[in-house]
């Protein structure tokens, strides 16, 4: 089983909607969690971080943590063609110390206009 | 300069040529961490500095060999490559924290011929 999964898309979207993006963990333990935005040929940047069970909104961001489930989501509201980019789940596992951050392998969004 | 800046941006080597890529933080982070980020892949972690010490080796072969000479500055030099190393090479900064989130550099990409 790999310690992050997500679902590596594509996923097509149509502009306006909301984008549902995924992530599933392995280690029960794990207390952060972060979705990273990368566009193609650049470096990952964060735009979401969570640590407690529930929702956090951060503008058009909704990151969505289920520890009992070892679920985490991340909602985009209102879609845009700019927010086309993979998106990587990150999670801090306990148990490996507490600065080792284990990525998923992303998930491919496309927003169609 | 502000964030985390790389160098080179783009490097093409030979199996038997010796390189370093460079990293420079200006956040005044006390963590760096070098990530390997191959197609279809996960990004990999592959060594973690902590105040300028190694505190983590992901396995990395003897090829690779980092340096950080002090907490703002982080080297990986590079030496008889194979192919299969062409990957993009990420570094990345923190501070010492359980909830410390990570920020990337651009990235340097490398071709091994």
């Known amino acids: 089983q790999k310690e992050v999964e997500q679902n590596s898309g594509p996923l097509s979207v149509p502009e306006g909607a909301i984008a549902s993006l995924n992530c599933t963990y392995s280690d029960r333990g794990s207390q952060s969690f972060f979705w990273y935005r990368q566009y193609s040929g650049k470096s990952p940047e964060l735009i979401m971080s969570?640590?407690?069970?529930g929702d956090k909104e951060d503008g058009r961001f909704t990151a969505q943590l289920n520890k009992a489930s070892q679920y985490v989501s991340l909602l985009i509201r209102d879609s845009q063609p700019s927010d086309s980019a993979t998106y990587l789940c990150?999670?801090?596992?306990?148990?490996?110390?507490?600065?080792?951050?284990?990525f998923g392998q992303g998930t491919r969004l496309t927003i169609n206009p | 300069e502000t964030g985390v800046t790389q160098t080179p941006r783009h490097l093409v080597m030979g199996m038997t040529n010796k390189k370093s890529l460079k990293c420079e933080q200006h956040l005044g982070h006390n963590a760096m961490y070098w990530y390997k980020q191959s197609a279809k892949k996960p990004l990999e972690l592959m060594f973690v500095y902590n105040f300028k010490e190694q505190t983590e080796n992901n396995s990395v072969p003897s090829r690779f060999s980092p340096e950080c000479p002090n907490s703002s500055h982080l080297f990986l030099h590079l030496h008889t490559l194979q192919p299969e190393d062409s990957a993009l090479y990420l570094c990345?900064?923190?501070?010492?924290?359980?909830?410390?989130?990570?920020?990337f550099g651009e990235g340097s990409r490398l071709t091994v011929l």
């Open positions: 990345a900064s923190s501070q010492l924290t359980d909830t410390g989130e990570l920020f």
């Open positions: 990150a999670v801090r596992p306990l148990l490996q110390g507490a600065q080792k951050l284990v």
């Open positions: 969570i640590y407690s069970n």
